[in-house]
């Protein structure tokens, strides 16, 4: 409700083991669009959350310099290419006294030279001493047409982790559908290679490790 005082729009993307996917998106002034779950409890609410730059935007990673240059090719695509945030939350352990961070994301595809990808993805999110973890491991092959690409999965795996209610964990082997995405390279203010990837829910770009 109060997202959509703001004018913001929530789709909830479907509920399984007690966590709903959704989105948030709004058009005005520029796109924006935010990707998250969330897991009601007794006396808390956790919920994680990451926000993508819109397709039409410059913006990527908080950088709103960046330089937009042709599409990759097959060749420039090899490589293994991240993005990852941490939470600059911190949340402390009232039995053992550690101190650690909310939450956080990582996710890596690795494109080989035989047309074949991989995919690893992790969202972390801690509240009350309570963690929550999804992992996403997804593999197959991928096909360059114009300026789009698609990946066509055989493998989409995921697990759910609940460390404080651990008999909602689940794993599971999840639908192998393709996914089309507008293609784009650029660079970065430090002039660092990325390879962002677009679709009608924004755009996300990765940087290539050394």
Request: aromatic share 10%.
């Amino acid at each position: 409700a109060n997202l959509g005082i703001k004018g913001w729009s929530c789709e909830p993307g479907g509920t399984e083991g007690g966590v709903t996917v959704f989105s948030v998106h709004i058009s005005d002034p520029i796109p924006r669009v935010v990707l998250g779950f969330y897991i009601p409890a007794d006396d808390a609410l956790v919920l994680a959350w990451t926000e993508i730059s819109a397709s039409n935007s410059n913006a990527q990673n908080g950088n709103s310099n960046g330089r937009v240059e042709p599409k990759s090719s097959s060749g420039d695509l090899v490589g293994t290419w991240t993005n990852g945030a941490v939470s600059s939350m911190s949340e402390k352990n009232l039995s053992t006294g550690a101190i650690s961070s909310r939450g956080g994301s990582s996710f890596k595809y690795v494109f080989k030279s035989n047309g074949t990808f991989e995919f690893i993805g992790l969202m972390n999110s801690t509240m009350y001493g309570c963690s929550t973890s999804l992992f996403n491991d997804k593999r197959g092959t991928f096909e360059i047409v114009g300026p789009n690409i698609t990946l066509i999965p055989n493998k989409n795996f995921w697990r759910k982790q609940f460390s404080c209610t651990p008999n909602s964990n689940s794993e599971r082997d999840y639908k192998l559908e393709r996914e089309t995405f507008a293609l784009r390279k650029k660079t970065d203010e430090y002039g660092k290679s990325l390879i962002c990837l677009a679709d009608v829910k924004g755009e996300s770009c990765y940087r290539k490790e050394e």
